[in-house]
């Protein structure tokens, strides 16, 4: 049995110790806190319930161990994962600490949001053997992971990433070069700003933005991202008619994105008591119950459609992974 150290709690560290387990491998999980084994059992129970409804074949499920010390963890991993707090200064040490007792050979993927993977390798005792693995929340149930290396990582290194990744049922893809936050969270920061904006200004609620959302672009970007959905809206004529009708508008002053809101206590306020009616007194235990029924029910259409995220799950299902 293949053997993955997960060095990290919270939402995403046990989100990638249910996946390594659903898929079969052996996982040592490392987390000081007194609440980590409480999260990472709750994620793990939750991600037994959903992740069988979109794959067609699962290995045996893996061994969790709780390990004393993250020395313990590491030892003879094959993949190591680094979940901690997003602060420089603490996963320097924290990789500094893996590296003292993990193999040579293992690869050490980080979860970070926003630290280039040179950065993170700063004084490292090797490295090359460091790079970026950032996925997205479900771990368990969303395919995608951003696979950064910088110009110290190998081929051979990056390639062994590639491969143990889309092992675990991922979909990794390896970015040309490394920038501040990747490209999801690039992406996903630019909406925020300008969410955050309309919230300020009274143009909308935090209710009315994700219902724009969810019943409009949301269900396009589904199954047909970004520029595939602008493609289409070009009709006929394809890209290049998109983009000569719609390109001057990027000269118009539609958005703020250069420009951001202070987080001051009165937006604050605004945005919690917004979200709290929204939630309807739902709590967070229910609305990521919702969250996992709705996107195994997505991943369930496009797959009858092989679209997208449902294309890739027929793959696997076809070659046996």
């Known amino acids: 049995m293949q053997k993955a150290a997960i060095i990290g709690g919270g939402v995403i560290g046990a989100g990638w110790a249910a996946r390594f387990l659903l898929h079969g491998w052996q996982v040592h999980f490392y987390d000081p806190s007194p609440a980590a084994l409480e999260v990472v059992n709750r994620v793990v129970k939750t991600a037994a319930r959903w992740v069988p409804e979109i794959y067609d074949h699962l290995p045996p499920r893996g061994e969790l161990i709780i390990a004393p010390t993250l020395a313990e963890a590491v030892a003879e991993a094959e993949w190591i994962q680094e979940s901690v ?3 420089l200064p603490i996963k320097h040490a924290t990789l500094a600490e893996i590296q003292a007792a993990c193999s040579v050979g293992a690869v050490i993927g980080s979860s970070t949001s926003g630290f280039m993977p040179s950065e993170l390798q700063q004084d490292a005792l090797r490295p090359e053997q460091i790079l970026v693995a950032h996925p997205y929340n ?3 149930l969303l395919p995608i992971v951003e696979c950064v290396p910088s110009s110290v990582n190998t081929a051979a290194v990056t390639d062994r990433a590639m491969s143990l990744l889309t092992k675990i ?3 990794p893809v390896l970015l040309k070069a490394e920038v501040p936050a990747h490209v999801g969270d690039r992406l996903l920061e630019a909406l925020w700003r300008e969410a955050l904006w309309l919230i300020k200004d009274g143009v909308a609620t935090t209710e009315q933005i994700d219902d724009i959302m969810t019943h409009g672009f949301g269900l396009r970007w589904a199954q047909k991202g970004l520029f595939e959905t ?4 070009g009709g ?3 890209m290049r008619h998109f983009l000569e009708q719609f390109g001057p508008c990027l000269q118009w002053p539609w958005t703020k994105l250069m420009d951001v809101p202070d987080l001051d206590d009165q937006l604050i306020s ?3 008591e917004q979200s709290d009616a929204q939630a309807a ?3 967070v235990s229910e609305l990521e119950a919702e969250r996992d029924a709705n996107l195994v ?3 369930k259409a496009l797959r009858t459609e092989n679209a997208a995220a449902g294309a890739f799950l027929n793959q696997l299902a076809i070659t046996g992974d």
């Not at 602008?230 to 809206?233: I, Q």
């Open 281 to 283: 007194g739902r709590s």
């Open 297 to 299: 029910a997505l991943l």
């Open 138 to 140: 479900p771990v368990y």
């Open 85 to 87: 707090p997003e602060r």
């Open 230 to 233: 602008y493609r289409v809206a």
């Open 270 to 272: 605004r945005i919690v």
């Open 169 to 171: 049922g991922m979909k």
């Open 236 to 238: 006929t004529a394809g």
